[in-house]
């Protein structure tokens, strides 16, 4: 059993793989037993009779051709080896850079998240409170403003001045940041103009598409807006701008469609709109309701891509005429709400009401 110790040694002590091990019988027709073949990697055998020159030439190059395949292989598993090390290496200084600008993310998102919150602070505190609308003696004033973002593209004011009343509203193309920052834009020109006593409709939109068109180029964007200027005086409402379309409900529920279609156009998108201007006056008797909104409510969409419509919204406004101006902005907003269901809103919504006293 020398020869099996021998390979027991090569196999096992010396754990050498690559040496090709053939043995040697003198008793013709014997052959190693399966067990010993597979435990040491035998890789042939003959007995003496049969080990003559050519079969010798035969086992000596066959084995040498298999021992040349097993350092090919050999080679390229070290290659390999190798080759996984690398990128490993690679992967890991990957993964650090990885880590490194999720970090950075994190950060500016942070950054970015805290400025679009001041945004968004400063645009709620720049709309009507609730103490300012109380003191206005003739009318009830409600408004509401959703954004679908933190900071969104719409635009409501009411303001006091000189025995005026001046309520606006305005649609920003898009929503987001850009178009927040337009609608607070509108927001300082509408208050300026107003201050400086601008009350002729013509000029005063006019004036405001100007400043706003030069804002719009300066920013070098696409931004403009719908908007609609109301004022009441004297039991009168004088309306000017595009925008949508004016709900007037009157004493016992009937509703009025007012188009503004032909009364203005899109503020900032041609530098002169003044041909383009006009007014309108209507009557506005004690308990009779106005209501101003952007298509955020009428485009509203639930689960079922469904709009909301502008007549769900007139029929609500009909049903609740002799409610306060403040419940019916609610009557509307539960129902908007009720019919989108968990729908996410896309567009941002306002609300103007305004109910003669």
Known sequence: DAGLKLAEYIRETLKNEFVRIVLRTGQPGYAPEKEVICKYDINDYTNKAELTAQKI??????????????VIIESYRQNLEDKVAQRTVQL??????????????????????????????????????EEELKQIKDLEIAGFMQPADEVGGDYYDVLQQNGRIVCG???VTGHGLESGVLAIMVQAAVRAL????????????????????????????EKNLTFALLEYRENTLYLTGQHEQMIVVRQGGRVEQIDTLDLGFP????????????????????ADIVILYTDGITEAENLEKKQYGLERLCDVASRNWQRSAEDIKQAIVDNVQQYIGEQKIFDDMTLLIIKRK
């Open 169 to 171: 509203i305005g649609d």
């Open 92 to 129: 890991a200084t990957a993964n650090q850079e990885i880590t490194r600008l999720n970090e950075q993310l994190k950060s500016e998102n942070l950054r970015m998240r805290a400025e679009l919150e001041v945004s968004r602070q400063l645009q709620q505190m720049l709309l009507p409170q």
């Open 57 to 70: 030439f035969t086992l000596v190059t066959a084995n040498l051709r298999a021992y040349s395949d097993l």
């Open 194 to 221: 107003l201050a400086n006593n601008e009350t002729e409709p013509v000029n005063f939109l006019s004036a405001l598409n100007q400043t706003v068109y030069g804002n719009v180029q300066r920013m070098k964007s």
């Open 267 to 286: 503020i900032g998108l041609e530098e002169d709109i003044t041909h383009l201007i006009a007014q309108i006056q209507l009557p506005l008797n004690p």
